[in-house]
């Protein structure tokens, strides 16, 4: 039973049917399932293995959407019992992630979130149109890891580098990695800017940021 409720919970984020993720997520509560066994088990595969499939061609931003949304319902059953039983998942680095100010695109930005943190990293998304200061704010406050800066704009990538600027001015930039993303973003530009790295997809922002921290196994949470 057990494992049949998991592959139902795999299929439901690979088919974006978020109604089935609310449903089966109310099932696995239900039959006494732990929470984090029916996201780590149920939804998080099928969210991988769409990543995987939009990384090779074979999907597409709407499927990515429409995944990523599922889960998001399931998640949204599970988590209040995980809080009532006081579980939490172990973290990989702790991750801020924002749209540089004057710049409100997030689609992008939200399918790196999803992934980062159904990777097992600990993800705080600040939103849009996110001023400098608040980047260096959040990751003093989260003790971050890892930020990621999204711009899809031309005329707002160069708040990629302010705000690698302010991290640096506020003393951070030595135990902080930071990348960027974004349309016009590119490997070049990181490395001009002064960034640790770039991805063009969120399957390669994973990869990228397991890389920067050098982190394979799920560590606990400190």
Known sequence: MTEQLLRAMRQSVIDGDAAAATTLAEQALAAG????????DGFVPGLSWVGEQFGLGELFLPDMMLAARAMQKGLAVLEPEMQRQAATRHVLGRVVIGTVKGDIHEIGKNLVGMMLATSGFEVHDLGVDVAPERFVEAAQEHDADLVGISALLTTTMAGQRTV???IEAAGLRSRVKVIVGGA???AQWA???GADGYSEDAIGAVALARQLLGVGEVVAAG
């Open 33 to 40: 399932m732990p929470p984090l066994e029916a996201i780590d």
């Open 164 to 166: 690698v600027e302010a």
């Open 184 to 186: 016009p973003a590119s």
């Open 191 to 193: 490395s001009e800017i």
